[in-house]
C-alpha cells in the first residue's frame, strides 16, 4: 500500500514537474493594449513589458485596475437626455460572461455611434444576472460580463477612457418571474449614455 502511493506521488511530481518545464505555448491571444505596456516584451515573449517612464504620463486607473482612465472620473458624469442605446441590451448565455456571435452586431452599432456621433460622451455598461446563485456571486459575474462589453467595444475602436462598468448583479431584473423566460432576459448588459460634467 505505501509502495503503491509513493509511487502515485512521482508520478504526480514528475507531471507538474513536464507541465512547469513545458509551459502553455499558445500564449496570449487577442488581449487590449493597455496604455503604457508595450505588446511585447524585447524577447519576443507573450509577457507584457512596461515601456520607458518617460514616454508615458501617470493616469488613474479604472475601479477593477485594469483600464487607465487618464483624466475623466466618468463616476461623476450623469445620464444624458438622449439615449440612444437603451434598445440595443445585449443578452448572455447562463452563467456566462462571453459575447455571443448573435449579438456582436449590436456591439458594432455602438462602437460605431460612439465613435462618430457622441465623442465627447461617456457610456456606462450596466452588468445584470438571473436571480440564480448568491448576491456575491452574481455581482462577480455581472461585473465580467460589463467587462467583456468594454472589451468588445475597445477592440472596435471606442476610446477606454470614456467606457465605464458597474455591476448590479441580479439586483434589478429587467423581467420579473422565475423561468427561464424571464432569467434569460435577466441575463445582459446595458448601455447608459453620459454627459460630461459642465
Known amino acids: 500500500m505505501i509502495m503503491k502511493l509513493r509511487n502515485i506521488l512521482q508520478l504526480v511530481a514528475l507531471t507538474?514537474?513536464?507541465?512547469?518545464?513545458?509551459?502553455c505555448?499558445?500564449?496570449?491571444?487577442?488581449?487590449?493594449p493597455l496604455p503604457g505596456w508595450a505588446q511585447k516584451a524585447p524577447d519576443d515573449s507573450d509577457r507584457l513589458k512596461?515601456?520607458?517612464p518617460g514616454l508615458r504620463?501617470?493616469?488613474?486607473?479604472?475601479?477593477?485596475?485594469?483600464?487607465?482612465?487618464?483624466?475623466?472620473?466618468?463616476?461623476?458624469?450623469?445620464?444624458?437626455?438622449?439615449?440612444?442605446?437603451?434598445t440595443d441590451t445585449v443578452y448572455f448565455e447562463f452563467d456566462k460572461a462571453t459575447?455571443?456571435?448573435?449579438?456582436?452586431?449590436?456591439?458594432?452599432?455602438?462602437a460605431n455611434r460612439?465613435?462618430?456621433?457622441?465623442?465627447?460622451?461617456g457610456l456606462r455598461i450596466e452588468g445584470h444576472c438571473d436571480e440564480r446563485g448568491t448576491e456575491e456571486y452574481?455581482?462577480?459575474l455581472g461585473e465580467r460580463r460589463a467587462g467583456a462589453i468594454r472589451e468588445y467595444l475597445v477592440r472596435a475602436g471606442v476610446d477606454y477612457s470614456l467606457i465605464d462598468t458597474i455591476s448590479y448583479g441580479e439586483d434589478r431584473p429587467s423581467v420579473p418571474g422565475h423561468n427561464e423566460a424571464a432569467w434569460s432576459k435577466n441575463r445582459r448588459g446595458e448601455f447608459v449614455l453620459l454627459d460630461p460634467p459642465r
Do not use: C
Open 16 to 23: 507538474a514537474v513536464g507541465f512547469s518545464i513545458t509551459g
Open 25 to 32: 505555448h499558445k500564449g496570449l491571444q487577442k488581449t487590449t
Open 50 to 52: 512596461p515601456m520607458d
Open 57 to 86: 504620463t501617470a493616469a488613474p486607473v479604472s475601479p477593477d485596475g485594469l483600464i487607465p482612465m487618464g483624466d475623466r472620473n466618468l463616476h461623476d458624469w450623469k445620464p444624458s437626455a438622449e439615449q440612444p442605446f437603451k
Open 99 to 110: 459575447i455571443k456571435s448573435t449579438e456582436t452586431q449590436k456591439l458594432d452599432s455602438i
Open 114 to 121: 460612439m465613435k462618430q456621433n457622441y465623442r465627447s460622451k
Open 138 to 140: 452574481n455581482r462577480s
